[in-house]
C-alpha cells in the first residue's frame, strides 16, 4: 500500500528565509505526486504536481518541488517565504497502478509552517 | 479555473438530526468526486469515491447508511450524515477530479459540523 511520509509536524521560519518542507512517499510504481496547502478552516489549494518528465516541478506562488527517485523524496522548496505563506502544506501520491485504490490520493500528516516577520 | 464549492460551510444541529452537504464544480464536469473527513490536527482521511452516475465505493470502516452519498450530475455530489451524533463532528471535505487520475483534485472549502 502506499503511503507518505511528512517528518516534520512543525517548521517556523523568519520572513525571508528559505523553505524546504519534507516528503518521502512508498510506492511501487512511478508515482502521481502532490503538495497542497491548506490555511484554518479551508479546503487544500494545489500548489503543484508531478506525473512525469522534468524532475524539478514549478508551482504557484513561487513554490517548487523536486522529484527524487532514488530517495522516494518530493520536498518543497521556496527561496524566500512571505508572511502569507503561514499554514499547514500536505503532501499526496496518486495511485495510477489500477485496481481499487485507483485514482486515490492518500495524504502526508502535513507540516504547519509558522512564519516570523 | 477548476472551483469547487461546498456548502454549508459550517453547521450545527442537534443529535439525531440528518445533515446534507453539498458539492459542486462550478467550471467543469467532475467524473469523480472524493469525501474526506479530517480530524484537528491530522491528515485528510477518505471516505469514499463517487463517479457520476454509479454507486459511491466506501472505504473499509465507513458506514455506507451512515454517510450517504449521491453523485446525480457531473457537477454536483451531496453527503448526507444520517441520524448524526457527536462523534460525527468533525470538518468534511470534497474534491472533484476531470477524467483521468493524472489529473489533481480540486477541493472544496469544507464544512464544519458540530453536533449537540
Known amino acids: 500500500a502506499q503511503s507518505v511520509t511528512q517528518p516534520d509536524i512543525h517548521i517556523t521560519v523568519s520572513e525571508g528565509a528559505s523553505l524546504e518542507l519534507r516528503c518521502n512517499y512508498s510506492y511501487g510504481a512511478t508515482p502521481y505526486l502532490f503538495w497542497y496547502v491548506q490555511s484554518p478552516g479551508q479546503g487544500l489549494q494545489l500548489l503543484l504536481k508531478y506525473f512525469s518528465g522534468d524532475t524539478l516541478v514549478q508551482g504557484i506562488k513561487g513554490f517548487e518541488a523536486e522529484f527524487k527517485r532514488s530517495q522516494s523524496s518530493f520536498n518543497l522548496r521556496k527561496p524566500s517565504v512571505h508572511w502569507s505563506d503561514a499554514a499547514e502544506y500536505f503532501c499526496a501520491v496518486g495511485d495510477n497502478a489500477g485496481g481499487t485504490s485507483y485514482g486515490k490520493l492518500t495524504f502526508g500528516q502535513g507540516t504547519i509552517l509558522t512564519v516570523h516577520p | 479555473g477548476a472551483v469547487v464549492s461546498q456548502h454549508p460551510s459550517r453547521v450545527i444541529c442537534k443529535s439525531g438530526t440528518s445533515v446534507k452537504i453539498e458539492c459542486r464544480s462550478l467550471d467543469f464536469q467532475a467524473t469523480t468526486m472524493f469525501w474526506y473527513r479530517q480530524f484537528p490536527k491530522q491528515s485528510l482521511m477518505l471516505m469514499a469515491t463517487?463517479?457520476?452516475?454509479?454507486?459511491?465505493?466506501?472505504e473499509q470502516g465507513v458506514e455506507k447508511d451512515k454517510f450517504l452519498i449521491n453523485h446525480a450530475s457531473l457537477t454536483l455530489s451531496t453527503l448526507t450524515v444520517t441520524s448524526a451524533h457527536p462523534e460525527d463532528s468533525s470538518f468534511y471535505i470534497c474534491?472533484?477530479?476531470?477524467?483521468?487520475?493524472?489529473?489533481?483534485?480540486?477541493f472544496g472549502d469544507g464544512t464544519r459540523l458540530s453536533i449537540l
Open positions: 474534491s472533484a477530479r476531470v477524467g483521468r487520475v493524472n489529473q489533481p483534485q480540486h
Open positions: 463517487s463517479n457520476e452516475g454509479s454507486k459511491a465505493t466506501y
